[in-house]
């Protein structure tokens, strides 16, 4: 008889039908944000469109789904940790596996934009053109120092979450409240929030993740969902929030915690609905392709729109004043050039997506490789959300992350147990196309 064939682990299709919908929604939003103006006197501004619309913000409250990636983040890293720990795999490999996934597409982004830029910069392009293409990499580089933020501390938030999960979670929310509450005095710990945030809401993940099967009912959820905005509309009416929830992303807020917490209760609560409607084989394959690809996709959109963008200013190309009626029929348009310019993207960088694995063979990288690279990814980052992004630190930016991922190297493969089971120590890991859903 042959050797019996390693099971895979079962895919979450909710989750990626989750994160398929985040990601769309995203792209399609921003194409209705980005709006250069050249004025007059040649100089260039961007107007964020949706934002100066009066029927926006009540809106934005339904479709910020920024907090629900941080709770799928959160369902899906919770239980790579486990699979890993319980292979013998460390936290310095979990780091390492996750810095990878991460980096390896967003170093190639800077790299081709830095050079991309520079290149436009010689040939004459104005100055203002290219600071404004420069910005479009601002919004994909935070989420990335967030995500990452929130992904490096899983084995530590694991261990506080089996003790007490609901004790982790209300002491990430105080430390949340209590640099909301300083953050008048002290404007730079509003940042901190990147962290205390971020982890509060992946936080909601790990209690979905580890719910018992029917468990929250209905009704509890139903609950959750209702009291989380009735919270949200009190702090925003007295005023201690503003009720703008794109203001309240950047630097984050206890606002966002409490969407996350509506979002996370309304995603269990709509589960068994969303499992059949991903169950669908079509729906599986475009969720699975797009989710196989979704960093890369996130990553480049933005500021392939801000280059496009920017690009028509120079050419006689018609441009509508933004928020008019033309304006708003040619978003269709605009958003069809996007994935125009996404496809031949996907095709160059999207397999540096893949999972770097190395032979058996290969030894693991000392403690020291893997924090060093944490510490040269986070200073760009850290340096573009407090003071913006600039050419220079597009950069700098591009030649810390390549450096990042020469430190990280590959990531050593383990032996398959004998009877090849992957949640067994030393199991191998799923490959493609559940790497997505279910690395490391």
Request: aromatic letters at 8%.
């Amino acid at each position: 008889m042959g050797v019996p064939q390693p099971q895979q682990p079962a895919r979450d299709v909710v989750i990626d039908l989750a994160r398929f919908f985040c990601l769309a929604l995203v792209v399609v939003g921003h194409t209705m944000m980005v709006s250069p103006v050249l004025h007059p006197d040649g100089t260039v501004t961007t107007e964020n469109t949706l934002a100066l619309q009066d029927w926006f913000e009540p809106i934005i409250w339904i479709f910020m789904v920024m907090p629900l990636f941080f709770v799928a983040g959160g369902i899906t890293g919770l239980q790579s940790w486990r699979r890993l720990k319980a292979r013998g795999g460390t936290g310095l490999e979990f780091a390492q596996a996750r810095l990878l996934r991460l980096i390896r597409p967003a170093a190639a982004l800077l790299a081709v934009m830095f050079a991309g830029l520079w290149a436009a910069r010689l040939s004459g392009v104005e100055p203002q053109v290219v600071e404004l293409i420069v910005t479009g990499a601002g919004m994909p580089l935070w989420f990335l120092a967030a995500y990452l933020a929130a992904q490096l501390n899983i084995p530590l938030l694991t261990t506080l979450h089996e003790r007490s999960p609901w004790l982790a979670l209300a002491g990430l929310t105080a430390l949340v409240v209590a640099v909301d509450c300083l953050r008048g005095a002290l404007p730079l710990l509003a940042y901190a929030n990147i962290l205390f945030l971020w982890c509060a809401v992946q936080q909601l993940g790990f209690i979905l993740a580890d719910a018992p099967a029917g468990k929250p009912r209905a009704s509890t959820l139903v609950a959750v969902i209702v009291a989380s905005n009735l919270l949200l509309g009190l702090v925003t009416g007295l005023g201690l929030y503003r009720g703008n929830m794109l203001v309240n992303l950047n630097p984050p807020n206890f606002c966002l915690l409490l969407l996350g917490a509506a979002q996370a209760a309304a995603l269990q609560l709509s589960r068994p609905a969303l499992t059949g409607a991903a169950s669908a084989r079509w729906v599986r394959a475009v969720v699975g392709l797009a989710g196989r690809r979704a960093m890369t996709v996130y990553l480049w959109h933005l500021p392939l729109l801000a280059a496009m963008s920017g690009l028509l200013l120079l050419t006689d190309f018609p441009k509508p004043s933004a928020g008019t009626a033309e304006w708003w029929w040619s978003r269709p348009l605009v958003l069809l050039g996007i994935i125009a310019l996404l496809l031949p993207v996907l095709a160059v960088f999207g397999r540096l997506e893949e999972r770097p694995t190395a032979s058996a063979r290969s030894r693991r990288r000392p403690a020291a490789a893997v924090v060093t690279a944490v510490v040269v990814v986070f200073i760009p980052v850290a340096d573009a959300a407090v003071n913006g992004l600039t050419l220079a630190l597009l950069g700098g930016g591009a030649v810390c992350f390549t450096l990042a991922v020469l430190l990280l190297g590959r990531i050593p493969a383990r032996a398959a147990a004998p009877n090849g089971t992957p949640g067994a120590p030393g199991g191998p890991l799923p490959q493609a196309p559940l790497s997505a859903n279910v690395e490391p």
